[in-house]
Every structure is written in C-alpha cells, then in structure tokens.
C-alpha cells in the first residue's frame, strides 16, 4: 500500500511561530477569534495528529503543525487570488451519494472534504468570509447562493464541477487527494510561495471581533435561502460552549458525520482545535465506515440527526466500542427507543437545540440527577425536551406571538406551565449578526429585541424549553385549542412501538373533524417480514397501542408504511413532501 | 446533632426566574459577565449543592436556588447600603491562624467564609467592585487598602474586627453561621425586604464587560500593596479557561484551599458555577480536614502552592482517594519529589502559572504524548517549565530587558534556546485593566503593548516558558553571566535528595566568588532523627548530591537546617526573609 506523505509546501520551516503580525493595540484587550486555537493547538501539540482524512484510496495524516501549515498556505494563496476583508469564498464539498451504502434507511449526505477543514480556519485566517454551500442542491440552487453571497472565489470538489458550470466566478478545484499534482495542492505550493516565508507574522489579525466569519445558506424547504451571517466573536464564544458540553479535550476524537456545510458543522471544526481533539473526515459517509471507526480508531464524539442515529444503532456492525462514544443529537427530539438502543450500543446521548441562525446548538438538555430512578420511557420523554440555555447564550424564552398586524414590541413570556404554546426566541452573543443583503427578514427576525426560532413550544415550570412543532405541525382537530394535537408528541409515542423504525405525522383533512394524525412509518428490517401483506393489520396494532398513550384526538386516523422518508440533506423530515402525498389523497 | 436549615430569607419564591431587568440592547450581543454562571447554574440544577461550609460547628449546605437567592438578597442589601456602580466593597475573611493543625510543615491561611462566596457574585450583581482583603496583614496594611481603594462598605468577619478598628466605613459582621440572629444573615433578609420580591429582574445588568469586576492588592512582600482591577470580561474568560484546564464539571467537587483573596480565587468561584460543580468551602485549614474532604467528600479539584501540596503528600493521612483529584499547583514550579509523591498518592497534577495581574493562571505545562516512556526525573523537569498560553491569553513571550534608561519601546524576543534569559510577557483578555488608581505603575507595567510580569525565563525551542528566577533571585558566581545561577534550578535538585521535605536557596556574599548558593533545608519528619546532632553530616551529604547533579559554581556552599520556612500567607516562600538571615552571617 501506497504511504501517505504530504506535499513539500505542507511542511513547516524550522522554528516557526504561531503568532499573527504583532499590531499595536491594547495590552488587556484582543478579538475574540477562533483561529486563535488551531493556532494554539498547532504551539503546544505540534506532532499530535489533528485530521485524518479516511476511506479515501490513501488516508491522509496530518499533524497540528502541518495542518497548521496548510491552514497558511492557503490564507496566503486566498490573498494571492484577491480576496480582501469581508470577501466571501464560498466551499462546495463532494456530491458523492451515488455511494451510499444504505440507502434503505437513509441517505446520509456526503461531507468530507480536506480543504472544508483547512477553509474554516483559513478564510478567517485571511479575513473573508467562508460560505459553505450545501452539495445537495440543484444548479440554479447553487447559482443564487454564488450570486447573492458574490462570492470572489470558490474552493469546489472534483464532482461538484457540474454545480458551478457557467459561472465567471474563479473555480480552484480539489481532486481531495492531498498530493502533488492535485490543482488544490498547488493552489497551496502557490500560497506558500507568496508568503515568501513570512509565516503567520506575515498575516494580519483581525481587530473586529464583530467582523462576519461564516455565511451559511439556509437549507430553507420553501423560498429562497436566506444567508446566515455569524461573527468571530460568536464562534468563538460557541466553539467554547460545544467543547464543554461535549466534555471534550486532547484525548477526544470527533468524526464528521454532521456535514460541514450545515452551520459550519456546529462550530465544530474550531471546538475541536480548542481542545486538541484529533478529527476524522471521511469523504463518503456509510453505517459501515461509522462503525470501523467506532470500534477501531477511538472514536469519542460525533454530532448527527436522529434519522442518522437510527440508522446508526440499527446497523448490523453495531456492538459496543471499546471507548465512550458521546452523540451530540440535534435537528429534531431523540426517542424513547432510540435513547434506549444508543445507551445499549454504548453510546452516551447528549440531546441540543439550534439553528444556523444560533451558530448550531444553543439549548442543552441537562441530565438532572432524579433522571437515576426513573423508566427509560419516563426518562426518555423528559430528554426530549430541548432544555435549557447553554453558557455562552444570553438567554432563552418561550413568548406570545404578536397579535395580528403587530410586527415588532415588547415580548411577553407564556407561562411556566408546560401547555401554553409560545415561540422560542434567544439573545446574545450566539444569536446570527444578521441574514446578508436582507435588512427587511433581519429586522423582522429581530423583532422585540430577541431573535425568533419560528419554533413553537411550551416553558416547563422548571424553565425547560419543549418544542411543539412548527406552527404547520400542529395538527387541528375540531377546532378547539385543547384539541391541538402536535404531530411530535405523536412521534414520540408511536415511535415506542418495537416494529416501528422511523415515524412522521402530518395532518390531513377529515370531513368531521377538520383535521386529523396521518402517520407515515418505516417498519424495523427485523420485523417488516411480519407484517408483508399485512399493512391493514399492522395499522390496527398501530392504532391500539395509540390509545393506550395519547387522548383519541391525537391518535392517528390513517397509517401508510413506506420504504423510506423523505429528507432534507442534513436529515430533517420534509413534512413539506408528506403533506404533498397527503393534499393527493 | 442540631441540622443546618437556611434563613427563611434565603429560601427563593415559588417560580423565580434567573434574569436580570430586560434591558433593550443588541439581540446579538451580550456583556460577558461571570454572574450568568450562577444564574444559569440556579436555573438548571436548582436543587443541587452547590456549597457545602463544612468543619463548623453546624456545617452548612446550599443548593444551587438557595445560594442564588442568597447572593440576589446580598446585591440588594448592598444597593440598599448605598452601593453605586463602581464603588468597591472590601470583604475581610476570618484570621483564624492561632487554630493551624500541622504548623510544623505549613501554615496554611484562613481561607473560607460563606460570605466571600456571596460576594464573589454578589457585589457583580450590585455592580461593584469586590475588593478582597488579605486577613493577614497588620491592621495598618489593611487600613492603606481600606483608604486606598475607597471603599464604600465592608464585609468582616466576627475575628477581623480588630482589623478594621477605627474606620469609618461602615462594617457588617459575619458570625459565619448562616442562622437567624447572625448581624450577616440579617443584612441578607434585609435586603430581601428591600427587594420587594422583584427578584433578579429587578437588578439592572452591567451593560459594559469592561467594567471593573475585582479589585485585588497584591502582597508584595516589598513596598506598598497595588491594586489590580481586572474586568468582568475578562474574569468570565478567565473563569471558563480554569473550568476547561481543570476539565470540570457537574460531577465536579472542589475544595478550597486556596485563599479566596489571592487573585479571587484565582477565578474559580466562577470556574465552580459554570461547571455546576460543588465547592466544598472550610473555617480553617488543616491536613486533616482536607484528607477528610479528599477520602469523603468526593474531592476531585483543588488549587495550592507547591508548599502546601508538600504538607498535603507528607500528611500521616495520606492514601489514594476513591476518585481522581486533580491538583492545580501554581506559585512555584513543582519538584521531581513532589510530582511523584502527589501521583503516588493518585493525585492528577497539573502545574499552571500565573500573577494577580493575569487573573491567576494563563499558562499552563501542557503534558506531552512523549512523557509516556521517559523517567519520573525527566518528566519532573519538563513538568517544572511554566508552559504555554491559555485558549483565552493572546499571547505569551520571552523578551529583552529593555536596555538602561529605557522605558517603552517595541519588545523583541530572546531565540527559543532554552538559554538566554529575558522578562516573561504577555497581553489580551486575560491581562488586567490597570492598577488602581496608579497610571503611572499601569504605564510601566504595559510598556511595549504587553505587561511584563517581573518573572525571568527562557524560551525553549518547543515556545514552552521556564522561569528561572525573578531577577534577584539569580545567584551571581563569580562575575560571568555564564556562571549565574538560578536558585530555583539548585532548588529543584536539591529536592530530589530523599531526605529533603522543602528547600530554598538564596545567594550568600562570597570573598572570592563575589556571592555563592546558601540552601535553606527543611528535613523530612520520617528522616529528621537520622540527622539529629548530625547537621554537618547532613550537610556533606548534600553537598555530595548536589556535586551530581550541578555544575560547581551553583553547588551550594552552605547548608542550614531550619524547623519552617518563612511565607507568604498563599504559601510563596519569603526569600526576603531568608537574605535577611544571611546578612546577619
């Protein structure tokens, strides 16, 4: 087999130093920025392993300090090229899901992508902005985010070609191989040459800690994407918070399920730096390639959607890894069952809550210690919530939308009842600077002084934030309030039945009642067999044990199996699709 | 046995909320500020210990909502005594030292008082400036500071009285008993009278994170005390750089030992709150007490000066806790001896560095993969280097003295040789704000852009700091620079003799050398009897062990065995003291 070595302008020059050019400015005061740790981590751990690059033909290792030296040359060859301060340079990683190897359960996006790693550090090094762009979207998807961000320059994988085809923006194209001969690596032999071994004195900080360091496009389902704006202050702050939640630090390694396209992977690329974790990127994602690495190269730490973590646990590889594992699980609640199957598999659970818009994560749910003598199904139910703010946020509430025709004014909370529905809004430093070129959605996500989720929930009397469901999700049954049902409470009970692998609830027009549950399920591999030809008798079993858990609004009226659900790429559930199927029927 | 229940005043009202006013500001920026902790700590474990007051007569235990309504009570009754933003407010601990266990090893200070814990958090919340006093100086030290710092209002122990006799600063006693009829705990209820249950939202948040949030006199063992303010952003930075260095968090029990007026606890009462961790705070400060706490108490953090530590491993009671304690040495560098002896006895070390002036530590020795197969002695003195910068220092730097007769100008760094000496310093977040009301001090200590520590190092070629010795410190053999020896380095191998419990070396006139080593030796109690009427014995065998490990110019000339070493009340070593013995040879 072919060793891996790393091209000649990857190698830094003896006694180099990890300090930017000195600039005369306060002895007590410096912007908070997240470069500052790969920085750090490249001072104090030079020769630890930072990356590694996997299942590609020849894995690529890099070192703190050579990663660190990447990280340079490319800040250097992105100033070459013209980008100035404030200058966008958009990212668009591998499309590779003609690869994916379990399809049946999910899709999981591709992600992985050297040069993503050494763009989020670089861009700031060299004071632009890095615009991330989702490799799902179609071409003319692409073309409005490289229009609307003015993007000077794109980093863009081999087969992502096609997505940028007929654009005058300047392409560097990476074949992800980290050798020479790659148009990437040459790009940096180039950068490096321009640096004219200034190092990273030569390389200006920056003094705005309110300076923009990410555009992030929202993976919006309807409309146009809107550009998420985040600070280096904020990332900064956000990175931090990840890292303590996570427990992190330099015996950790962090594999990159989570696409880095969405919310610059959480700010994790910098909490990793921050506490020397090794990461490991991969360019394909599959349950297979996930589980070599759980259980052969000490694996500590991922981030994922539920629909991943399922199908992760239910992978025929899955058996308990030698280490911890700490799955951060955000974009939508953790079951009861999938609770129980990642804590039998050896996988600790930490349930989060966020946005691009919050920089990632910006609730936790706190494990509180009375969570020791309770069921698994009583637990799992109050790990659902979305908790609780993390440090670094100022705060979260849960208010009273504005009447009709109000836009902006005072917020008022609901109360800490567990029932009234309200929308949670937050402040502070984790909260977006603002969405780019869109004063008019700024200001209206802004409105009161608070920045607004759009997700509706309830305030525990404890303060614990539980999300109900967007407001399309509820489910309006006879029109009385208290006959609201919300489509993931259902979820969440439907999901306890042992054949059910995946659930999702809309609603659907019924001549009595208005509206009532339609379920749609993906049945378990183990038990599908069973119910082959027997979908009426799966629904009555289905429905059954419904009504042992919810009131007879909430059960669901129709239940259709399907092989699989529809997606976003960062594996949200399009209810959008659902309610298509449904408005058909 | 009487049980501890807290003063009906400190009990919080049903639904309290942890917010301060809602103030219109930016939705995406808050003023760091470390009181958020407590609150958010209050928030999501109300009912956990957070501080338990333990070795008095009734020992004392309070949740995370009880001490929180506790410190919302003290900001009130502070705002009601007439404290505007900015006044500070000194806080005088119990001087208990007549009441020292093992005085034969260390006197350890009196430390503990609930109330330093409330005011810690408390005079931010009212937004003053806490000013802790040291309760071992002469009432005349303690009267500078007094008048120094102007401050408005005084907290005192019922054994510091005599401190503050004949001021006019208004004084509330402290019984430290957390009882009703306590003059301390009716000041609290007082303030909740004067709350008039409007909680935290009624206290207004410091808008400005680089207000003053601490004043603190350093103890210059010359001249008079200065005063350190440093900011409310920088103590959060600070406090949540400790928690992560420390990996901290709510299975987290830390134990003071360190004083609460060095350095504000060298940022830890912040540290505790963002982890949730319990602190477990004490009267007085024996061997004992903290064995006790080590073995029953679920102990796994504390801070102490290598003296302390040493009175720590040497304690009859010593034996491997049932958890991992992790022990934050600063002050000094820990020797070879006492690495091994701490790890024996399964305490994790972890040698940090830091001054007043940086907020307690900013650098730390961060342990290496390669320390895994080299021996105890040579991991004892890379372990001995102070290290490297903090994630929230900017930088850290070796530079040259600036030559005679100039004061301010660009400061350039000595080679990372690991040999020419220069001055540590350093600059951003974590650096103060100024001296107090003493520009020109600040002016000097910023000169370059940077504050200069005072500390003489070197800079090894992997960028890790090693002190050698603050300039008078140096032993001068002999005329050439070559020949300049660092008591610290004779120190540390000194201590590596078996018989050795503490050592201290200061440089001796000398007729022909110009000034030689002179060792100060404290004999360890288990090998005291081997040397009794023996000293000149002891002191050739010394000699002996020195002359295999030191070039000769640095081999101490003179060795005298004492009972104790002079120190300050944080455990440094009164070298003062000792060239005050040697001039009278």
Same mark, same amino acid.
């Given at each position: 087999?072919?060793?891996?070595? =790393?091209?000649?302008?990857?190698?830094?020059?003896?006694?180099?130093?990890?300090?930017?050019?000195?600039?005369?400015?306060?002895?007590?005061?410096?912007?908070?920025?997240?470069?500052?740790?790969?920085?750090?981590?490249?001072?104090?751990?030079?020769?630890?392993?930072?990356?590694?690059?996997? *299942?590609? /033909?020849?894995?690529?290792? %890099?070192?703190?300090?050579?990663?660190?030296?990447?990280?340079?040359?490319?800040?250097?060859?992105?100033? #070459?090229?013209?980008?100035?301060?404030?200058?966008?340079?958009?990212?668009?990683?591998?499309?590779?899901?003609?690869?994916?190897?379990?399809?049946?359960?999910?899709?999981?996006?591709?992600?992985? !992508?050297?040069?993503?790693?050494?763009?989020?550090?670089?861009?700031?090094?060299?004071? @632009?902005?890095?615009?991330?762009?989702?490799?799902?979207?179609? =071409?003319?998807?692409?073309?409005?985010?490289?229009?609307?961000?003015?993007?000077?320059?794109?980093?863009?994988?081999?087969?992502?070609?096609?997505?940028?085809?007929?654009?005058?923006?300047?392409?560097?194209?990476?074949?992800?191989?980290?050798?020479?001969?790659?148009?990437? /690596?040459?790009?940096?032999?180039?950068?490096?040459?321009?640096?004219?071994?200034?190092?990273?004195?030569?390389?200006?900080?920056?003094? *705005?800690?309110?300076?923009?360091?990410?555009?992030?496009?929202?993976?919006?389902?309807? @409309?146009?994407?809107?550009?998420?704006?985040?600070?280096? +202050?904020?990332? %900064?702050?956000?990175?931090?918070?990840?890292?303590?939640?996570?427990?992190?630090?330099?015996?950790?390694?962090?594999?990159?399920?989570?696409?880095?396209?969405?919310?610059?992977?959480?700010?994790?690329?910098?909490?990793?730096?921050?506490?020397?974790?090794?990461?490991?990127?991969? +360019?394909?994602?599959?349950?297979?390639?996930?589980?070599?690495?759980?259980?052969?190269?000490?694996?500590?730490?991922?981030?994922?959607?539920?629909?991943?973590?399922?199908?992760?646990?239910?992978?025929?590889?899955?058996?308990?890894? =030698?280490?911890?594992?700490?799955?951060?699980?955000? @974009?939508?609640?953790?079951?009861?069952?999938?609770?129980?199957?990642?804590?039998?598999?050896?996988?600790?659970?930490?349930?989060?809550?966020?946005?691009?818009?919050?920089?990632?994560?910006?609730?936790?749910? %706190?494990?509180?210690?009375?969570?020791?003598?309770?069921?698994?199904?009583?637990?799992?139910?109050?790990?659902?919530?979305?908790?609780?703010?993390?440090?670094?946020?100022?705060?979260?509430?849960?208010?009273?939308?504005?009447? /009709? @025709?109000?836009? *902006?004014?005072?917020?008022?909370?609901? =109360?800490?009842?567990?029932?009234?529905?309200?929308?949670?809004?937050?402040?502070?430093?984790?909260?977006?600077?603002?969405?780019?070129?869109?004063?008019?959605?700024?200001?209206?996500?802004?409105?009161?002084?608070?920045?607004?989720?759009?997700?509706?929930?309830?305030?525990?009397?404890?303060?614990?934030?539980?999300?109900?469901?967007?407001?399309?999700?509820?489910?309006?049954?006879?029109?009385?309030?208290?006959?609201?049902?919300?489509?993931?409470?259902?979820?969440?009970?439907?999901?306890?039945?042992?054949?059910?692998?995946?659930?999702?609830?809309?609603?659907?027009?019924?001549?009595?009642?208005?509206?009532?549950?339609?379920?749609?399920?993906?049945?378990?591999?183990?038990?599908?067999?069973?119910?082959?030809?027997?979908?009426? *008798? !799966?629904?009555?079993?289905? #429905?059954?044990?419904?009504?042992?858990?919810?009131?007879?609004?909430?059960?669901?009226?129709?239940?259709?199996?399907?092989? /699989?659900?529809?997606?976003?790429?960062?594996?949200?559930?399009? #209810?959008?699709?659902?309610? #298509?199927?449904?408005?058909?029927?």
């Amino acid at each position: 087999m072919d060793t891996f070595t =790393p091209t000649p302008a990857s190698i830094p020059p003896p006694g180099v130093r990890y300090n930017l050019r000195e600039v005369t400015t306060s002895p007590n005061h410096h912007a908070l920025n997240p470069l500052a740790f790969i920085l750090r981590a490249a001072q104090i751990y030079p020769d630890k392993v930072a990356l590694i690059h996997a *299942d590609v /033909e020849f894995p690529v290792r %890099y070192t703190f300090a050579v990663w660190a030296q990447r990280i340079q040359n490319l800040a250097y060859a992105l100033i #070459k090229a013209g980008i100035k301060p404030g200058d966008r340079v958009g990212v668009i990683s591998p499309n590779a899901w003609a690869r994916h190897y379990h399809t049946r359960y999910i899709s999981l996006p591709p992600l992985v !992508f050297l040069y993503s790693q050494d763009a989020h550090h670089a861009v700031i090094a060299a004071r @632009g902005v890095i615009t991330p762009i989702n490799t799902r979207l179609k =071409p003319s998807e692409v073309a409005y985010i490289i229009e609307h961000s003015q993007a000077k320059l794109l980093l863009v994988d081999h087969e992502c070609k096609h997505l940028v085809a007929g654009h005058n923006v300047p392409v560097i194209i990476s074949n992800d191989t980290g050798r020479v001969g790659d148009p990437y /690596e040459q790009f940096l032999t180039e950068g490096r040459q321009f640096s004219k071994e200034k190092g990273w004195p030569g390389l200006m900080p920056e003094l *705005d800690e309110n300076a923009a360091a990410v555009l992030c496009y929202t993976s919006g389902t309807t @409309g146009r994407p809107k550009g998420v704006v985040t600070t280096l +202050r904020g990332s %900064y702050l956000a990175a931090i918070a990840n890292a303590a939640e996570g427990q992190m630090n330099a015996n950790s390694t962090y594999l990159w399920i989570l696409p880095m396209f969405h919310a610059a992977g959480w700010t994790f690329p910098w909490s990793c730096s921050f506490s020397f974790a090794t990461q490991i990127t991969l +360019r394909t994602v599959n349950f297979t390639h996930i589980w070599k690495h759980f259980l052969h190269s000490g694996v500590t730490h991922y981030c994922a959607a539920p629909t991943v973590q399922i199908g992760i646990v239910n992978d025929p590889h899955a058996k308990k890894p =030698p280490q911890v594992v700490t799955a951060i699980i955000a @974009g939508a609640a953790p079951t009861a069952h999938l609770i129980g199957e990642l804590e039998r598999t050896g996988i600790n659970p930490v349930h989060v809550y966020g946005l691009t818009e919050t920089y990632g994560p910006f609730t936790r749910n %706190y494990p509180q210690p009375s969570w020791a003598t309770i069921s698994l199904d009583e637990r799992a139910r109050l790990m659902a919530r979305q908790g609780q703010a993390f440090a670094t946020a100022e705060d979260v509430r849960v208010v009273f939308p504005y009447p /009709e @025709g109000v836009e *902006d004014g005072p917020l008022v909370d609901v =109360p800490r009842d567990g029932k009234t529905v309200g929308e949670i809004v937050t402040r502070g430093n984790i909260v977006m600077k603002e969405y780019f070129r869109d004063s008019a959605a700024t200001k209206k996500a802004f409105a009161g002084g608070s920045f607004h989720t759009g997700d509706l929930a309830v305030m525990h009397p404890n303060g614990t934030v539980a999300i109900l469901d967007r407001s399309k999700d509820i489910i309006i049954s006879g029109g009385e309030a208290s006959q609201n049902a919300s489509s993931l409470a259902i979820e969440q009970e439907l999901s306890s039945h042992p054949h059910v692998l995946e659930v999702s609830v809309v609603a659907r027009p019924h001549v009595k009642w208005g509206e009532r549950p339609m379920a749609f399920v993906v049945l378990h591999p183990q038990h599908e067999g069973r119910w082959k030809g027997r979908h009426a *008798d !799966f629904e009555a079993d289905l #429905k059954n044990h419904a009504k042992s858990k919810l009131p007879g609004f909430a059960c669901p009226e129709w239940v259709e199996i399907v092989p /699989e659900l529809p997606k976003t790429s960062t594996g949200k559930i399009l #209810k959008l699709e659902l309610r #298509k199927i449904v408005a058909k029927l």
